[in-house]
């Protein structure tokens, strides 16, 4: 059955999807879904408050293993599966989706086609008047900007490049015809690096064409700082200095500008337009956000009195005080409602991150490195009033949206088990690549930053391309870092769950399963304390393609800090400067491996509530979470701890019940503080997946 199959009033594309999706219509449900749409995160959503679960057909055994236990079994026995209803408490079903076309849905095992009732749906069907090479090249959350321009200007058929014009102007609002000046391409560039709007190479191609083709752009590099904004930030960084000077001269003193003589990374004009209106409301929260790094002037004093101020590098305590109100303003202004899409999440923990490292920074007037931060009363309040508010926010999103995430496609991944996935397709681009994955154990998004930044200092060539995920809940190792090296949901590792050792075993299988021989692929875990020579000859094999590491240093001081986080981002930033992580760095760069880190976890500190006194009967007795396999025991234990959350299976086996802490709390001794895992919190959940690169000059 295609989208348009049953005629009714359309207000969304998802609506032509979800008319198929009815409570009690069908126990099970077979569909086609070459583009995935039904993986998109509304539709996601959608299904499931109607009560559907949803399972993607991938990987045979693992399906089947899955359908056996928690679905068929169940259905022998006259049970009923999935989520309660929207319309009431009746069970709706299973949808298994196919990521192929309709006529590969009789390939599916007898028993299910037997059982279900089959459909189809693709975007061909949703925009036949639109190329559909350049629509399925479309991140899913643009859909709806294109469905809306489509319904409002009823475009003819439409071939490639039309319909790369009609994207670029309706969903990206790029129209390359009215960019005449350079303020123009800046004011768009920054519109769309400053939000991290991915945009497909097609008409990031044809957006260069266009632009070539005018003739206005000729000496810019275009082909650098349209697709990439690393590089483009670094492209404004290196011209930002010469934009000082310019104002600091006096007007009839003309800048020189030959490119040549600053010796730029990038090629291009040596002046940028940062004080055109259309710019300047950028340049604030580039400093504040760290995209760009303040600089140091010899007339400082008087450029810091002007609007350039966030740029200069003034005295450390003055630009540090400048920068947290500005971000506590900022921070404040952009928490994510109930209602946001994941990528709003991601996008403003680093944020958020940036502000916790700023304030988590050692006191440089302190004779002790240990003695931690000086701040303002007034800041300690609004931080600690926007904790609560972040908390809160963060948990009522995750209540609703949180289970939509583990079937979204792996490109850009989005939790840590479609992490293998996309460095997969990354390996099947390039035949000759070599991939080196570093997992380093409790990482918060705000320790990465303060890591990153004592990198910058070490190695000036280092180039960090950042992202983040969600880690799973609850977010602890045999969780969390397990699914990144097992490239599957827990509930597809049962055995377990409550430990680490098949990590291994787990990571070679899956690439196995990807085409290659165990010659090619390997996994180290313990590092983190110099042993560079135990990894220089794990990767000399001749044949090694893909190679796991787990830096589990950041995790064992994390379990012995007394000092509170203060004293974690002091201690991450003592042991990145003994040069372990540099070191290892230049180790795979010069072996030729691209190069990705990524967390399993972040940290908190949180105050105890008391110990729950439970005895042997829980599975899992962390600081922020307990575990346990009878939700009575959980829930009589729960009811002692006001303000815990009974955290469904969601992606785990069905009897992993987990406990989560109330917030910024653990289950330690009342009014003991300690640094800790495992529960619902923006540092714990969102954590840093990031490309490192290395620049040859």
């Avoid at 300047?280 to 450029?303: I, K, T, W």
Wanted: with cysteine.
């Amino acid at each position: 059955m295609s989208v348009h199959s049953r005629p009714f009033a359309v207000v969304s594309w998802r609506d032509q999807i979800l008319s198929e999706f009815t409570p009690q219509v069908a126990r099970l449900t077979l569909v086609a879904d070459p583009d995935g749409l039904l993986l998109e995160e509304g539709v996601l959503e959608a299904i499931r408050e109607r009560g559907f679960e949803l399972i993607p057909f991938e990987d045979h055994v693992a399906f089947r293993y899955a359908y056996e236990s928690k679905f068929r079994s169940r259905w022998d026995r006259g049970e009923e599966t999935g989520l309660p209803a929207a319309q009431g408490t009746a069970q709706a079903g299973l949808v298994v989706v196919l990521r192929s076309p309709s006529s590969d849905l009789d390939a599916l095992p007898y028993d299910l086609l037997q059982a279900g009732r089959k459909l189809s749906f693709n975007l061909g069907d949703l925009f036949p008047n639109l190329s559909y090479p350049v629509i399925a090249a479309l991140g899913r959350a643009h859909l709806d900007a294109l469905f809306d321009a489509q319904s409002k200007y009823a475009p003819k058929r439409l071939g490639d490049n039309a319909t790369k014009d009609f994207v670029l102007r309706h969903v990206f609002e790029i129209v390359p015809e009215i960019i005449k000046e350079p303020q123009d391409l800046l004011r768009v560039l920054l519109r769309r690096h400053y939000r991290g709007l991915t945009i497909p190479a097609s008409l990031d191609e044809r957006f260069i064409q266009v632009l070539r083709r005018s003739g206005r752009f000729e000496d810019w590099p275009l082909e650098a700082i349209i697709p990439d904004a690393q590089a483009f930030f670094a492209f404004l960084q290196e011209r930002w200095p010469v934009f000082l000077d310019s104002l600091a001269k006096p007007k009839d003193d003309a800048v020189h500008e030959d490119a040549a003589d600053y010796g730029f990374e990038f090629p291009g004009p040596v002046l940028l337009p940062f004080g055109h209106d259309d710019v300047r409301v950028y340049v604030d929260n580039l400093f504040l956000e760290g995209l760009l790094q303040p600089v140091p002037h010899e007339q400082s004093q008087a450029l810091a009195k002007t609007w350039v101020a966030w740029g200069i590098r003034v005295s450390p305590e003055e630009n540090r005080h400048r920068r947290m109100e500005g971000l506590l303003d900022s921070v404040e202004k952009t928490i994510p409602t109930v209602e946001a899409r994941h990528g709003e999440w991601l996008h403003f923990a680093y944020r958020w991150a940036e502000l916790v490292a700023l304030e988590l920074e050692p006191d440089l007037s302190a004779c002790d490195a240990q003695a931690g931060t000086t701040l303002p009363e007034e800041y300690r309040e609004r931080l600690e009033a926007l904790r609560s508010r972040l908390d809160a926010a963060l948990t009522g999103w995750v209540l609703k949206r949180y289970a939509s995430l583990i079937n979204l496609p792996p490109a850009p991944p989005v939790m840590p088990h479609h992490i293998p996935r996309s460095l997969a397709r990354n390996l099947a681009d390039d035949p000759r690549a070599k991939i080196a994955f570093l997992l380093v154990d409790g990482l918060a998004l705000d320790q990465w930053v303060a890591l990153r930044e004592v990198l910058k200092e070490l190695d000036s060539k280092l180039r960090f391309r950042e992202a983040a995920v969600f880690a799973w809940i609850p977010t602890i190792t045999s969780v969390s870092r397990q699914a990144a090296f097992a490239g599957k949901p827990p509930i597809y590792f049962p055995a377990s769950i409550h430990t680490t050792d098949k990590e291994p075993g787990l990571w070679m299988q899956f690439w196995v399963d990807q085409g290659l021989n165990a010659h090619e692929v390997t996994y180290a875990k313990g590092l983190g304390d110099g042993n560079l020579e135990e990894i220089a000859e794990l990767l000399s094999r001749p044949r090694l393609r893909v190679v796991g590491l787990v830096i589990d240093k950041v995790d064992r001081i994390m379990h012995g800090m007394e000092l509170g986080a203060a004293g974690m981002h002091n201690q991450v930033r003592q042991w990145a400067r003994q040069g372990f992580m540099r070191d290892l760095l230049g180790l795979l760069h010069d072996r030729g491996f691209r190069v990705y880190l990524a967390s399993d976890h972040g940290n908190i500190e949180a105050r105890g509530v008391g110990r729950p006194a439970e005895g042997a009967v829980a599975d899992l007795r962390g600081e922020r979470v307990r575990v346990y396999s009878d939700s009575r025991l959980r829930a009589q234990v729960g009811e002692r701890f006001p303000g815990s959350l009974e955290w469904p299976p969601v992606g785990l086996p069905e009897d992993y019940l987990a406990l989560i802490a109330p917030p910024r709390t653990a289950f330690v001794k009342e009014g003991e503080t300690t640094v800790a895992h495992g529960g619902i919190s923006v540092e714990e959940l969102l954590v840093p997946l990031v490309q490192i690169e290395r620049r040859d000059r």
